[in-house]
């Protein structure tokens, strides 16, 4: 719904930025064979954009928005990199790990989002950081049993231990106390991620502000999806209705930053 808002003149760079972040996620996750030798040379490509002429119709596209819009190439580096992670990585022993990993796999999409409103500057990219890993974690909670189903663990296994769960009992699909009290922990930092990130609605002007105001609303709905499941993620995957979604747009476009409850006081 949010890309209705995008003024006409930069949705097809919206549009090549996205394509290029969904093939480079196909590659890490879907396609046959080395994966690792695909990712190589998808960078190659990636690299021909800004000193020679790329092949593939993404980079064809991507290259004028490179150029328009003055983007490093760190943030598609980045992202490469996390595909290749996920080749080699598929537990985290902390939370520092994890997010190590979503400042690849999540962060420069907000870097890339920001360089197309013309914001370069490392203040907004850092609120953005907070949005875009929240997202990313929200995402993790929300598809633990879909992210087993490909030997992925995201919970860091330093706070399965805390919470005196254990991997056998995630790949049982067992809800019980400790598990409830290991993803209703994991839920309250993600919130104070989003509530931190919300500083970047009184920096950002226009169609902008809404669009990340919907992003926010949205991750913290399915937060909310969760808890009201009881944490089952396993027999039913927390997601958006219809319904929800319109009435998220609408919340969107109200003035005011969203309240997130974060459990402090």
Excluded at 3 to 30: I, K, M, Q
Excluded at 160 to 180: D, W
Aim: proline share 5%; aromatic share 10%.
């Amino acid at each position: 719904m949010g890309s209705w808002l995008l003024p006409r003149t930069l949705r097809r760079h919206v549009y090549a930025v996205y394509a290029f972040c969904r093939h480079v996620d196909d590659l890490g996750d879907e396609a046959p064979g080395d994966r690792l030798s695909l990712l190589d040379d998808w960078q190659a490509d990636l690299e021909r954009c800004y000193d020679s002429t790329p092949s593939h119709p993404v980079f064809v596209a991507l290259q004028e928005t490179i150029r328009r819009f003055a983007i490093p190439p760190q943030p598609f580096l980045k992202l490469i990199e996390a595909n290749r992670m996920d080749q080699r990585t598929s537990r985290y022993r902390t939370f520092e790990e994890l997010l190590h990993y979503c400042d690849h796999s999540a962060n420069p999409v907000g870097h890339l989002f920001l360089y197309l409103f013309g914001y370069a500057d490392a203040e907004r990219q850092g609120l953005a950081d907070a949005t875009c890993t929240a997202l990313q974690l929200t995402n993790f909670w929300q598809d633990i049993a879909v992210d087993l189903g490909k030997g992925r663990v995201y919970i860091p296994q330093e706070d399965v231990t805390r919470f005196r769960y254990s991997e056998e009992e995630l790949k049982q699909g067992i809800v019980n106390a400790a598990f409830r009290a290991l993803l209703a922990f994991e839920i309250g930092r993600t919130r104070e991620l989003f509530a931190e990130g919300l500083g970047l609605l009184d920096m950002v002007d226009g169609r902008l502000k809404v669009d990340l105001k919907l992003f926010s609303l949205g991750g913290m709905t399915v937060l909310k999806a969760l808890e009201r499941n009881g944490y089952d993620v396993f027999r039913r995957r927390p997601q958006l209705s219809r319904r929800q979604k319109a009435a998220l747009f609408i919340r969107g476009l109200l003035p005011g930053r969203p309240r997130v409850n974060t459990g402090k006081r």
